[in-house]
């Protein structure tokens, strides 16, 4: 037997042990409030094209309790088992394999209405998974037998003006027979400040993984600072500052003198402020941000960066139609091959006032320009665009509970752009843009269902130095219907086609589609608590790349009292390009709780 499976039935010991002493000792120490559980069997049988066959026997049992200790407002307590046994048979393989993971967990709370709230939580599994494969005599009885577990303690502390300071530590293990050991553990301390007009959270931490296979071990140290000042309810500054340093270790398992280490940290300050006032035309934002990083590896390479960056923007509302806005971002960087780089961009936005036309119609136009320069280096690229463009729309109200909504929107663009071959390809390109998009939805409300469809399509042309063009289309249909009292069918149907040109060429058409279409029905035969549900979905891949797949699932639920039985069968097929798969799952479980 495992170390693990010695520490997982001392735990269980002790656990029942003490549910065994709640009740002994009732309200004068440990009060057992709540004890419930499950035990069950579950069948799955897995028949697919390909030998893929496997049938399941599965067994399960759980236990949990609640209690307090002393008094409800001092400590609680729960506690957690579960037993689960599995046979599984691989058909045509001749493999079959036996699995049994138990587990516990265990929950303690104290004070936890108070100043100082402390809790424990406590996490174990352990497992064995025999395996035995008949058609080869190599593969013999063999373990592969793995256990986990998790400790986190926490403590908090808060002070009279609620800020709360809090002292954690984790601890993990996972362990496998012959294969892999692991563990982690952490300790943590955080706190937290609010005022009415500062925001204080500080973290920090340090983390040791180790790898018992290759023998390596990992230390990680962290901190995080990050503070909030509203000065009055137009001006704010967030203020961030953190530090990362990873050191990991390495001894190759065939050569002990081998080892290798690697190393990366980094730390960065950031500083933004934004001025938005409610009842002025003009907000703006600023930032700065420190960046440093210095990176090596067992290969011997070392990377060494720093950077500094900058922003600034703001926007401005002339009147309630037009808006102008203005930004721009500096950074200088140690990098190798760019020193500084910034963009500088204007830009102004023209709506007008909504409008009624004839036959219902509402409309509006819009106008957008900006120009940016952008520098990289020793090359630059300066841009320019303008839109114009009109949205249309209409809504109509039918008979009952129904509307149709039609809208139409149309733009055209211009764009150009002259810079460094190292940037734009060529020291001048002129594009135009040409977008028209048009949609129809149409929705209806009423007791016997509901029924919504939607219509979109959309074409798109670029004309000048690079042609090209997209067309869009997509249809939704989705319908509810109520047949009976206890029964509705439902489904939705989604098809949507993209055709694309580049300089004149085809690029790609594509084709997607997906359907649903389920049945429900309460109290089947008029059996009370007897639920059907038979669910059918299809999906068409986009390109010829990909894969279609149907999936099929009829599932009977019924519940009588304490014990939940459920019956399924599902179908899943996928065709693709290299071959087709088809798989029948059935699936047994009945539950009995307590």
Known sequence: MPAGKHHLNAMLYTTVAALWTAQAVGAGGVVLT??????????????????????????????????????????????????????????????????????????????????????????????????????????????????????????????????????????????????????????????NMRRPRHTLSMRTSYQEIGVATIDQNTDIKLANVEHFFHPNRALRFDTMASYYDSDTSTRQPLNSTNQSNANMSYAQLSSFAFWRPADQPLSLSAGLRFFDLTANNAAGNNLDQASV??????????????????????????????DTSSRERVGALYQSDLRNLLSGFTWNWYTQASVQNQDIGEASLLTGLLTVGHDAQRLWMTNGRGTFRLSFSQSVSVIGQSGDDAVAGSSN??????????????????????????????????????????????????RTQNLTLYSTLS?????????????????????SATGQVTYRHMGL??????????????????????????????????????????????????????????????????????
């Open 34 to 191: 709540d004890v419930s559980g499950n035990v069950g069997y579950s069948f799955r049988s897995i028949l697919g094209s390909s030998n893929s066959d496997a049938i399941s026997n599965q067994l399960r049992g759980a236990v949990g309790a609640q209690a307090y200790l002393w008094e409800p407002w001092f400590a609680n307590l729960s506690a957690g088992l579960r037993v689960t046994q599995d046979n599984t048979n691989y058909g045509e393989a001749g493999t079959s394999s036996r699995t049994i993971i138990a587990g516990a967990d265990i929950d303690l709370n104290v004070l936890a209405q108070s100043r100082t709230p402390f809790s424990l939580s406590y996490r174990k599994s352990d497992s064995r998974v025999d395996t035995v494969s008949l058609p080869s005599p190599l593969t013999a009885l063999g373990g592969y037998d793995f256990s986990t577990e998790r400790l986190t303690l926490r403590q908090g502390y808060f002070t009279e003006l609620g800020d709360r300071l809090q002292l954690r530590l984790d601890h993990g293990t996972w362990e496998s027979s012959g294969i892999e050991d692991y563990h982690d553990n952490s300790v943590g301390v955080e706190f």
């Open 429 to 478: 390109v002129s594009n135009e843009r040409l977008d028209h998009t048009a949609s129809l939805s149409w929705d209806l409300y009423g007791e016997s269902g509901s029924t919504t469809a939607y219509v979109t399509l959309s074409d798109s042309r670029g004309f000048g130095d690079q042609p090209n063009s997209q067309q869009f289309a997509n249809f939704q249909f989705m």
């Open 309 to 338: 960056s900058a922003t600034a923007g703001g926007f401005y509302q002339f009147t309630k139609n037009l808006r102008f806005d203005a930004s721009v971002d500096v950074t200088e960087s140690s990098a190798e091959g760019v």
């Open 525 to 594: 035969f008029d059996i009370a608590q007897l639920r059907f549900n038979s669910d059918l979905r299809i999906a068409r891949a986009a390109t010829d790349e990909g894969i279609d797949r149907a999936e099929w699932e009829n599932r009977l639920d019924y519940a009588i009292g304490l014990v939940d039985t459920s019956f399924s069968w599902r179908y899943i097929s996928f065709a693709g390009v290299q071959n087709d798969e088809a798989y029948n799952i059935i699936y047994f479980q009945v539950t009995r709780r307590f």
């Open 491 to 511: 489904g939705n149907l989604t098809v949507q086609a993209i055709q694309r040109d580049f300089n004149g060429q085809r690029d790609s058409d594509t084709v």
